[in-house]
T-cell receptor
Framework: GAVVSQHPSWVICKSGTSVKIECRSL??????MFWYRQFPKQSLMLMAT?????????EQGVEKDKFLINHASLTLSTLTVTSAHPEDSSFYIC???????????????FGPGTRLTVL | GIQVEQSPPDLILQEGANSTLRCNFS?????LQWFHQNPWGQLINLFY???GTKQNGRLSATTVATERYSLLYISSSQTTDSGVYFC?????????????FGSGTRLQVQP
């Protein structure tokens, strides 16, 4: 149980185009999903917290108009990188927390990631 | 925010050797998870261990919450154990459920 998928697993696009990445919880519902970014040989950095049915909360320094997040259902969150540029090339990973988990239970489950290359 | 430090940053082992990875955190936490990131980037959940000791096969973990550290033990290492090991924490009373990651320990197990 607790499987999270991401689609696509990799994408190459031209500078100026938009790319949408999907994150799905396959066997559980998730009221909260998180989006992280990882540059080569670095750790994961939180970009935003996505709550079902409400606006995402972005970390300082992350442009909300550039990285659009939608969490329209309890099993799906999407990240759209708008007008992508080469500096947006990175590994994007989502995670999810089970809906209905006990208050102190904050275990999170991660998707396999999406590798974005902007030419 | 919470600071997470992992040591050592890099580790090279011969197959069959044992190792201990350490995670120190700067404040009390409610959640601590250990992950293994494989060569394709997938984060594999190893342990959810805000306190206490757990074992799963050749791996075990101990978190001493009062002293703000956690240890991951790998016994009889195999080449498939290679990759990056991350410790990540969160503290719920900050209202923040997102995980803060350490910088990782890069493990290479040689045959």
């Amino acid at each position: 149980g607790a499987v999270v998928s991401q689609h696509p697993s990799w994408v190459i696009c031209k500078s100026g185009t938009s790319v949408k990445i999907e994150c799905r919880s396959l066997d559980f519902q998730a009221t909260t999903m998180f989006w992280y970014r990882q540059f080569p040989k670095q750790s994961l950095m939180l970009m935003a917290t996505s709550n079902e049915g409400s606006k995402a909360t972005y970390e300082q320094g992350v442009e909300k108009d550039k990285f659009l997040i939608n969490h329209a259902s309890l099993t799906l969150s999407t990240l759209t990188v708008t007008s992508a540029h080469p500096e947006d090339s990175s590994f994007y990973i989502c995670s999810a927390r089970r809906a209905g988990a006990l208050l102190l239970d904050n275990e999170q489950f991660f998707g396999p990631g999406t590798r974005l290359t902007v030419l | 925010g919470i600071q997470v430090e992992q040591s050592p940053p890099d580790l090279i082992l011969q197959e069959g050797a044992n190792s201990t990875l350490r995670c120190n955190f700067s404040d009390s936490v409610n959640n601590l998870q250990w992950f293994h990131q494989n060569p394709w980037g997938q984060l594999i959940n190893l342990f959810y261990i805000p306190s206490g000791t757990k074992q799963n096969g050749r791996l075990s973990a101990t978190t001493v919450a009062t002293e703000r550290y956690s240890l991951l033990y790998i016994s009889s290492s195999q080449t498939t154990d290679s990759g990056v090991y991350f410790c990540a924490v969160s503290r719920l009373d900050t209202g923040r459920r997102a995980l803060t990651f350490g910088s990782g320990t890069r493990l290479q197990v040689q045959p």
